[in-house]
């Protein structure tokens, strides 16, 4: 139940508090909540008391004279990230800016901190990047990162990188509309941003490592986030070979900065599950996080029983990742039409390329051992040459084993929550995860880790679609339903992100 005032819930377990926001028909016909417009959260966190510091407009790749990362680098990849790509404007004036990534309800509820040595340019400090006015503010001066690479139980590569970004969610900004289920929100939304992120970095060269296991409170403490209403939910290291913050001595004191930050609106609710979610999966000391690390695990792939489709050619021609991500914008209709096999091949190759996480075990590089903690299942309702039908992708073999052929158009459409979406899509794209065995192996920090790494998998779906010229959107899902309807090879499995993929009902972007 939302109060107004915070109230303490004992913390919670992943698996329970996933269990507890599933969709169901009943769940959502029985949901008394409704939209209080008068009370809608700003999108943006400004500090109201400090000045912006402007990054450059100027979106190319830097050149700093050493090769090392400067501020240049650092707004491309802001902006790519997390900066405002479009601007609507409704006839009675108001503004509603688009970002770089997909959101649900365009509620933008993800905050980036960035704490760095001296850069070209930048002084070392921890500072906010504020989209509203693509500027950073600085909370402190000084290099931070040794607090960070501390909390992680001295990951090596935030000791290592010049610049680290923190990502944190405010609640209150998405649970207006989403409830308590906007806890799930908190990683789909890192997790598309952090899937553009990852491609600008990797086709900038930019080594880019991201960090989901460390001790909660050293971090939220160094941001001065309100714990209640903010927290962190991951770190991603940029860069390489810079001088190593000595984590051995104690770290500078942290001090409350008790900055002032413009209301989010009239009233802010409180849906206490989310807080005892976070409680639940939070780490409670950098030991605690580098045990976490050492927990993670190869999945053992089951055989294959289906009969296989094998990925051929992708696409000769894509668009470069800053025009797809500048082009991109969620789909709000699909006409059914065929799309290629050869997008389909880029869009599975996509959401399995390699992910440098803390999450992702090295070992046991058997062949049929995937790295991944989600599975790809997929609705094939209108690719060339490929049988309508269910389908889960298998990387070992780069090939689509065929699960159940037949029409699935109206099955698609409901397990979306009805909406015509999913159904008039060309294929569905579903990210599953058995949650059990995550969270066995690597607790409910485990489950953090599954449903980020689901996101950024989702919005690289995203990516890739809007690369071949088609269109996406994120949806929402009836959750058991969906794992019914998969199974018997998904059972046990929980959602944790849908990406349908078409041909847009209106302006597909051309390629090139
Ligand atoms: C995880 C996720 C789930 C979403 N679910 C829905 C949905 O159920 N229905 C819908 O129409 N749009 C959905 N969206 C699309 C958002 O509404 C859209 O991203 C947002 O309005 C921002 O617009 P843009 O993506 O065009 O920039 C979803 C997006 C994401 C990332």
């Not at 680098?73 to 405002?84: E, F, K, N, P, V």
């Not at 944190?168 to 289920?181: A, E, L, P």
């Not at 689901?454 to 890739?464: E, H, T």
Request: with cysteine; hydrophobic share 40%; glycine share 8%.
């Amino acid at each position: 139940m939302p109060t107004g005032a915070t109230h303490q819930l004992p913390p919670m377990d992943a698996l329970e508090y996933h269990q507890r926001t599933k969709h169901s028909l009943y769940s959502i016909q029985t949901d008394p909540h409704y939209l209080d417009w008068e009370n809608q959260p700003l999108p943006f966190k400004v500090y109201s008391t400090l000045e912006g510091i402007p990054l450059p407009r100027e979106l190319n790749r830097g050149a700093s004279a050493s090769g090392a990362l400067d501020v240049q680098d650092l707004a491309r990849l802001l902006y790519y990230t997390a900066g405002i790509t479009k601007t609507k404007v409704f006839p009675n004036g108001a503004e509603h800016h688009f970002r770089a990534a997909a959101c649900t309800g365009a509620l933008y509820h993800i905050d980036i901190y960035v704490a760095c040595t001296n850069l070209p340019s930048l002084e070392a400090g921890l500072y906010h990047f504020g989209p509203h006015d693509f500027a950073l503010r600085r909370l402190r001066r000084g290099d931070w990162r040794g607090v960070i690479a501390a909390a992680t139980g001295a990951e090596p590569s935030i000791a290592d990188a010049p610049i680290t970004l923190l990502f944190t969610s405010t609640f209150w900004r998405n649970s207006w509309k989403y409830q308590s289920r906007a806890y799930r929100h908190c990683y789909w939304d890192s997790g598309t941003m952090l899937a553009n992120l990852l491609g600008v970095a990797a086709a900038d060269d930019i080594a880019a490592r991201l960090v989901v296991g460390f001790a909660d409170n050293p971090i939220n403490e160094l941001l001065d986030v309100d714990t209640e209403k903010e927290v962190s939910l991951a770190c991603v290291a940029l860069g390489r070979g810079h001088q190593t913050p000595d984590t051995t001595s104690p770290a500078p004191p942290i001090t409350p900065l008790g900055l002032e930050t413009t209301p989010l609106s009239g009233e802010e609710l409180d849906y206490s599950a989310i807080r005892a979610a976070h409680a639940g999966s939070s780490l409670a000391s950098a030991e605690a996080a580098r045990l976490w690390r050492e927990s993670s695990f190869r999945r053992h792939l089951p055989p294959v029983i289906g009969s296989l489709h094998r990925l051929g050619e992708e696409p000769s021609e894509r668009l470069p990742i800053e025009k797809t991500i500048v082009r991109r914008g969620s789909a709000r209709s699909f006409v059914r039409k065929l799309i290629s096999q050869s997008t389909v091949s880029a869009i599975a190759r996509a959401a399995f390329t390699d992910i440098d996480a803390d999450f992702r075990s090295a070992e046991g590089d058997q062949p049929t051992a995937s790295p991944t903690l989600n599975d790809l299942y997929l609705i094939c309702n209108a690719v060339d040459g490929l049988a309508s039908g269910t389908y889960v992708y298998r990387p070992d073999e780069d090939a689509l084993e065929l699960l159940r052929s037949g029409d699935c158009r109206g099955d698609a459409g409901h397990l979306d929550l009805g909406q015509s979406l999913a159904a008039d899509a060309s294929l569905n794209c579903y990210l599953m995860s058995d949650l059990d065995q995550v969270c066995d192996r690597m607790g409910s920090r485990g489950y953090r880790a599954a449903a980020i790494e689901a996101a950024i998998m989702g919005g690289r779906i995203y990516l890739a679609a809007y690369s071949c010229g088609l269109a996406a959107t994120g949806l929402t899902f009836f959750d058991d339903d969906v794992t019914h309807f998969f199974s018997p090879h998904a059972a046990g499995k929980g959602v944790m992100f849908l990406t349908a993929v078409g041909k847009s009902g209106k302006n597909t972007p051309s390629v090139g």
